[in-house]
């Protein structure tokens, strides 16, 4: 009876030290396909770049102390044009991403565009808008931004933001990429 119960502990010994192994092996697989993947794809980084932005609509209200305070409160909507372009041999997939818009290093508003996937060697336009309501702002950055609107026609904005991208290769979502 001894002896049977000792081989049937040897053969659960050994089916378990044989599904480890498998186990080993699959993952060093699959360890070495993404690095070939990685190393054959040579990721670049993809470019998002803001080709237009136009203001559609500017207020600037003072309160009703008059315009001695020093304080305006400024509305407007900002329509936000942005070019993303993929170098890659293979598609990327975009997280959702938040842009801050500051102006003279006042924060505006905040725009937001959807994740997408792009496909390899694209360029594809991404279109947002912010709309910004009754800001605070020193009059004289609300004098500055209503002169660089209807005077030159152009205003100088910060946009800052991260934007989480990912290679997509085989049908497989790689690690982020910087």
């Not at 407007?76 to 801050?100: C, D, E, H, Q, W």
């Not at 309501?133 to 209807?150: E, F, G, K």
Request: positive net charge; glycine residues 6%; proline residues 7%.
């Amino acid at each position: 009876m001894s002896s049977s119960s000792s081989s049937s502990s040897a053969t659960l010994k050994g089916c378990c030290c044989c599904f480890f192994l498998l186990l080993t092996f699959l993952a060093l697989v699959v360890v070495a396909v993404v690095v070939v993947v990685v190393l054959a794809v040579k990721p670049r980084k993809p470019q998002l770049d803001l080709q237009a932005a136009t203001v559609q609509y500017l207020l600037v209200e003072t309160p009703p102390g008059g315009p001695g305070s020093g304080v305006a409160y400024l509305s407007l909507n900002i329509s936000m044009l942005f070019s993303a372009s993929n170098p890659n041999r293979v598609g990327i997939k975009y997280a959702p991403t938040t842009f801050y818009v500051m102006y003279e290093g006042v924060p505006l508003g905040v725009a937001e565009f959807p994740g997408f996937y792009q496909p390899a060697y694209s360029r594809t336009p991404v279109e947002t808008r912010v709309s910004v309501q009754r800001v605070n702002v020193m009059q004289a950055a609300a004098a500055d931004l209503v002169r660089d609107a209807t005077v030159t026609d152009r205003v100088e904005f910060n946009v800052k933001g991260d934007v989480g991208a990912r290679i997509r290769a085989l049908g497989i979502t790689l690690p982020n990429v910087e």
